[in-house]
């Protein structure tokens, strides 16, 4: 699998029934109901869930019938409206760039309706309660027939009643409105109140700091990406990938959520983390930087939110979960082999080319990455132009790394890598990362006097464990050295000779992208 930028190209209550009064006793109450409300996702293309629901049914309370009840038919069941393969060493990656049943309701005249048997039928419509029950002997008890009387014309009064208040209430609505809708406009219902820690909340105070970025080269050829507000001096934190082409006399604009859009230039980037910092040219008052997390406290499962511009749609919030961490990811445009290497936040929440650069969310609405890559559909690359969509695997550089490479940026202009200074195989299989034969254009592999050398390593050794990391190849390696600062002292485990041996190695620097 190979892996490419995810940059994309610049785009042209139901009313209730009267109830009578001195109804008999025993009369059913209509079963409640309820419902699965339609979800999307706010992303490119929506994904709707099915409604779904469940109708019901349930047993009538049985008075004392007459000596003779006349014949009533069997009442049925209610129904209710169906509301990266893997790779040995990094993960090769795309940059992204009805309400229930409630049943009919029951007369209220008398005698209600016989129970329905022990084990009813559950078919799919017209289905009956089964075997009418076994007639036998009725022992009739006396009644008053004046008492009968009574209750039957109490009945009667009340469903006229009842009724002629329904047809009143309707004709005087009717001649209100014209005879036209019975609907009730959306302003005069209670304000929607959300929580202060929604997706809805988060978002809608995230978004302001999020702003759309187009680079265009001066051939023409631009992209668009995603970015967001770092500090009140109006530093923008993005991808590399998605600034590339406008970085050598080209045109950077980035534009806010609320449409407004400012000239920007870059300051900085590293080619070799995909970081990148711009800076607006005229920033306006009263930015307000995105609140930073610590990546490293991130747990899988964790809910996340990603907003960006996928293929140009701005201001696009998607959800999800932290899927994976510490994944090994080697990814790059597919036009050339200058890749870069992280270890990433793995997110199933919907990326797509346009996402690119832009923040990764937890709950809190704190950045705790920045979008960068994705697996593409098939595990194929995005050569020949070919853009994938989201497949569920997206992946973010770790904002504590990001904001390590954005301060180097921003004070010098240029990045700063720790190195062990050994030349590596970058073969995606293997037990491990080898040290090459040489280190290629007639340089050993080995750095003389370099961290490798110092510590006694050289061609040929096969390095297994960085700290308690498991190393199985080059592009793992390098993902893992760079998560960390020069200076560092790190454990190597290495095998030689079929012997395994363990070594401490304090990483050096390389300042600048290499040619």
């Known amino acids: 699998m190979s892996t490419e930028n995810e940059g994309t190209a610049v785009p042209s209550a139901p009313s209730v029934p009267p109830v009578p009064v001195a109804a008999p006793e025993g009369t059913p109450a209509s079963a409640p109901g309820g419902f699965t409300q339609d979800q999307r996702y706010p992303d490119q293309p929506g994904r709707s869930s099915e ?7 349930g047993g009538t309370a049985q008075g004392s019938p007459p000596a003779q009840p006349p014949s009533v038919p069997p009442t049925g069941p209610g129904q209710g409206s169906e509301p990266t393969a893997p790779l040995p060493g990094a993960v090769p990656a795309y940059y992204p760039g009805s309400t229930g049943s409630t049943g009919s309701a029951p007369d209220a005249g008398w005698p209600p309706p016989p129970p329905p048997p022990a084990q009813p039928s559950y078919g799919g419509g017209g289905g009956g309660w089964g075997e009418p029950p076994a007639s036998g002997p009725q022992h009739s008890r006396k009644r008053p027939g004046g008492l009968i009387a009574a209750v039957l014309a109490a009945a009667l009064v009340a469903g006229v ?3 002629g208040i329904g047809y009143w209430a309707a004709d005087r609505n009717d001649d209100s409105v014209g005879g036209g809708s019975t609907t009730v406009s959306a302003a005069d219902a209670p ?34 990406g995603t970015g967001f507000v770092y500090d009140k001096q109006g530093h923008i934190l993005t991808n590399n990938h998605v600034v590339a082409s406008a970085a050598d006399g080209g045109d950077l604009t980035a534009t806010f959520s609320n449409g407004k859009e400012y000239a920007a230039e870059v300051v900085g980037r590293a080619e070799g983390y995909d970081v990148a910092v711009v800076k607006l040219k005229d920033p306006p008052s009263g930015l307000k930087p995105l609140a930073l997390g610590n990546s490293d406290k991130v747990a899988v499962g964790d809910s996340t939110i990603a907003i960006g511009a996928p293929f140009g749609l701005s201001n696009t919030v998607t959800t999800g979960i932290i899927s994976a961490k510490n994944r090994p990811v080697a990814s790059g445009d597919g036009s050339s082999d200058k890749n870069s290497y992280m270890s990433a936040l793995q997110t199933d929440a919907s990326i797509n080319p346009g996402n690119s650069g832009g923040p990764l969310l937890d709950a809190r609405g704190a950045v705790i990455g920045m979008n960068s890559a994705i697996q593409p559909s098939g595990g194929g690359g995005g050569g020949g132009g070919a853009q994938s969509g989201s497949v569920g695997l997206g992946f973010a550089i770790p904002i504590n790394q990001a904001k390590n490479v954005a301060e180097q940026l921003i004070k010098t202009g240029q990045p700063v890598y720790p190195v062990i200074g050994a ?35 050289k061609s040929g050794d096969v390095i297994t464990k960085f700290n308690d990391v498991q190393i199985d190849s080059g592009p793992t390696l390098i993902s893992e050295i760079w998560t960390h600062k020069p200076g560092d002292k790190i454990k190597i485990t290495y095998t030689r000779g079929g012997k395994e041996s363990q070594v401490e190695v304090t990483l050096g620097e390389r300042k600048g992208d290499s040619q």
Do not use: H, W, Y
Not at 433 to 457: E, F, N, Q, R
């Open 51 to 57: 409604p779904g629901g469940a109708g019901g049914f």
């Open 161 to 163: 009643v009842g009724g």
């Open 191 to 224: 304000a929607l109140k959300r929580e202060a820690g929604s997706t809805a909340a988060v978002a809608g105070k995230a978004l302001p700091s999020v702003v759309t970025i187009t680079a265009q080269a001066q051939g023409g050829d631009g992209g668009t």
């Open 423 to 457: 030349t590596v195989s970058m073969a995606e299989g293997g037990d491990g990362a080898t040290i090459s034969g040489d280190g290629g254009g007639g340089t050993p592999a080995v750095t003389p006097d370099g961290p490798a050398a110092k510590a006694g390593l």
